[in-house]
């Protein structure tokens, strides 16, 4: 049994997530929600995902009892800076001075969450994926003040529970993972709103085209497999051709004006029942489980 003592702060579908990794590798966890409503929602999707090992999370609605005695905290509150900050300083009011605090945010800068604290130095991005309990792989987000044995702690705790670690080394919104798949979804959105082709079919085309190769090299191995005088070319004729748009997508604000947020409202760019939704997740985990024991075994 590991000695890390692990404070989730916020239990929504990210907080749930990253309690039942961290229970599952042997850690003490405790999960903080304001309300017991949420600690009970998220109780049942731990189960769900890790079993009788969900028991053992310690559920409470008290921030500093939380925070006590934590080793490691990981902020998974709603995607808010002034939040956020708030939230920080609770930590180094509460925690122990020695403890790491982590956010999990997606997109707020590590530096500015850090503004105004006493130490700066021992706050670190620790950005996981959806689902927390398959994803194998987390960025470690370093601020302007983030100091190096911070960075080492957070590594050494992602050996202990078997996530694959990128660093990103500056502070630019969206990291690495976000920045990449918005650049795909910009084009993906343009490329339906020109009528170039239908939602399903740009959704196949990456689900059985791309998405394979880039499971097995990246994007830059890609290219040195395809010859880069060949990327020269294409380059050349397609990159002055690549949508540039800097807003947010009419077709992302008219469905969500209309309520068509996705999976959880029962419709977004498709409609959803209970089961597609089911088929759709259970599709998703199981790919993504199937690529990572591949890349483990190989
Ligand atoms: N959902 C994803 O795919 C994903 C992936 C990586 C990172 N993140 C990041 O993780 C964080 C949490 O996202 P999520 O998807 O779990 O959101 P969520 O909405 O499921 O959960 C957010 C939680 O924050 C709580 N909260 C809101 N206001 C609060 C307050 N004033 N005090 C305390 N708690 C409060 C909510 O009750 C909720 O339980 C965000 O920063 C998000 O950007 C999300």
Redesign the pocket.
């Known amino acids: 049994m590991s000695a890390e003592r692990i404070a989730v702060i ?6 749930a997530g990253i309690a039942g990794v961290a229970v599952s590798a042997g850690f003490e966890v405790t999960l903080y ?2 309300s017991v409503t ?1 600690l009970d929602r998220a109780h049942a999707e731990l189960a769900n995902r890790v079993g009788d090992d969900a028991d053992r999370v310690v559920r409470t609605t008290d921030l500093a009892a939380a925070l006590d005695e934590a080793t490691l905290v990981s902020e ?4 808010d800076l002034a ?1 956020k900050r708030d939230m920080f300083a609770a930590f180094e009011r509460h925690a122990p001075q020695d403890a790491v605090l982590t956010t ?4 707020v800068p590590i530096t500015a969450i850090a503004e105004g604290l006493d130490c700066p130095g021992r706050v670190v991005g620790l ?4 689902p927390p309990t398959v994803m194998p792989l987390v960025e470690i987000v370093r601020g302007e003040r983030t100091d190096d044995t911070t960075v080492e702690r957070v590594r050494a705790v992602c050996a202990m529970i078997g996530r694959e670690v990128i660093e990103v080394h500056r502070d630019v919104p969206g990291f690495v993972v976000n920045r990449l798949q918005y650049a795909m979804l910009r084009e993906a959105i343009a490329l339906v709103e020109a009528g170039v082709a239908s939602m399903s079919d740009v959704d196949r085309a990456v689900a059985t085209t791309l998405a394979p190769r880039w499971s097995a090299s990246g994007p830059l191995e890609l290219m040195d497999l395809a010859g880069l005088d060949t990327v020269e070319k294409v380059a050349g004729i397609l990159m002055p051709d690549l949508s540039t748009q800097q807003d947010v997508p009419m077709l992302v604000i008219e469905r969500v004006a209309a309520g068509a947020l996705g999976t959880k409202a029962g419709r977004g760019f498709y409609e959803w029942t209970p089961e597609r939704i089911a088929a759709a997740v259970a599709a998703r985990d199981e790919t993504v489980r199937l690529i990572t024991e591949r890349r483990i075994a190989g």
Do not use: I
Request: aromatic residues 10%; neutral net charge.
């Open positions: 916020g239990a929504g579908t990210m907080g929600s304001r949420t998974n509150v709603l995607e939040l999990n945010t997606s997109s950005h996981w994926f959806n």
